[in-house]
């Protein structure tokens, strides 16, 4: 998870949340949002823990009343990463949530009312010293007030969200605050693509991407790496978060993936296995997915495997080739395999025994 160059970048303002900094050459930061009711406590702290063991770096929570507001201290105390609430209709719920300390402010600009309500957040912001998310959802812009089914073609509907949110930017940048992040998303990857690309031509400030409401774990993987990599590809994006109705640390994963596959962040190993064939005696998805389990619920792992080429193959007639240009790894028998260390058949390991073997030689690491 360490940094990578950005030079090739499109250069952003540097918005600063907690300890991490968004924007300017700052590596892509990774995002996610807990889908646990923010009133309880235990559920919602369990939860970020488990996404801190997974690399999220930044964590938001749902605001949906002032019970929940109340209790972002308590939450905040209890974890390690920066702490954002998103905030929607109510304002208050937003000044009480920077009072509980919050190090970032999510508020949609198409529902948070008028702009002196928006005045008493930025002034609650600005003396604390914390950012805000201007988060523009192509489904709840303010045009759609007045015009709840327009005829738009895509380039219209990313216009209108960009306008809104340069709209918003211009208000806070008037009363003097410019720790501005922007994010402009939709559940379409064109609309969500044109918008970013076309504030990123008329703006410094980071942009914070995703496709918003993309879907399953698959659908939602595919939709949002392709959404989410064109812009990066065009280096356009500053911190990311890849919304799946799924488990959240699933979304921090597939963020990691997007990023490692563009070559703009390292996360873990690059585990390599073989689509399995008729030659196979040995259960590879298994073995793949319980090292996936171990080595992305454990940071000290993920930090040791960064870099490392781990082979899973099924058999031992194109297993070994295709294995040598791993770090180590092992190609499968019969309830046993040959384990392999750059190239070279090392010993013979009982199928029961390969995952332990991979997190032993991952913590032998130096
Ligand atoms: S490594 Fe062996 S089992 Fe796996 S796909 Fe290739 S031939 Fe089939």
């Keep these: 998870m360490g940094c990578d160059c950005r030079d090739k970048v499109r250069k952003t303002r540097k918005v600063k949340v907690g300890r991490f900094t968004i924007g300017g050459s700052s590596p892509v930061s990774v ?29 938001r929570v749902a605001v949906p009343d002032m019970e929940a507001a109340l209790n972002l201290g308590r939450i905040k105390s209890a974890i390690a990463i920066p702490l954002v609430a998103d905030i929607h209709f109510d304002w208050r719920l937003a000044v009480e949530a920077v009072k509980q300390g919050v190090d970032k402010v999510r508020i949609n600009p198409g529902n948070i009312g008028e702009k002196d309500k928006v005045a008493e957040v930025v002034k609650a912001c600005k003396s604390a010293g914390i950012p805000i998310r201007i988060g523009v959802n192509a489904g709840s812009l303010k045009a759609l007030r007045e015009n709840p089914q327009p005829r738009w073609e895509p380039y ?16 806070l940048e008037r009363l003097n605050f410019r720790d501005i992040v922007v994010s402009l998303k939709a559940d379409d990857i064109e609309r969500t693509v044109m918008a970013n690309t076309l504030f990123a031509s008329k703006s410094d400030i980071p942009l914070h991407l995703g496709v918003t409401e993309a879907g399953s774990f698959l659908a939602g993987t595919v939709k949002s790496s392709i959404g989410i990599g064109l812009l990066l590809s065009q280096g356009i994006g500053d911190t990311v978060r890849v919304s799946l109705t799924e488990d959240p640390v699933m979304q921090v994963r597939a963020a990691y993936e997007i990023l490692k596959s563009l070559g703009l962040r390292q996360y873990g190993p690059d585990l390599i296995s073989c689509p399995t064939c ?21 940071r000290d792992l993920l930090k040791r495997s960064e870099g490392m080429k781990i082979a899973v193959m099924g058999c031992v007639v194109n ?10 790894g092992v190609a499968g028998g019969k309830g046993r395999g040959v384990w392999i260390e750059k190239g070279k058949q090392i010993k013979v390991v009982k199928e029961s025994e390969w995952v332990n073997e991979v997190i032993r030689k991952i913590r032998n690491a130096k």
């Design 31 to 59: 995002q996610s949002m807990c889908n646990t009711d923010t009133r309880d406590l235990k559920a919602t702290v369990d939860q970020i823990r488990r996404l801190e063991d997974a690399g999220c770096e930044i964590i």
């Design 156 to 171: 219209e509907w990313a216009k209108q969200m960009v306008k809104e949110a340069l709209d918003e930017a211009r208000t």
């Design 278 to 298: 008729g030659r196979c005696q040995v259960n590879v998805g298994k073995v793949v997915r319980e090292l996936e389990d171990r080595i992305y619920s454990d």
């Design 319 to 328: 297993g070994p080739g295709e294995a040598r240009s791993a770090d180590f």
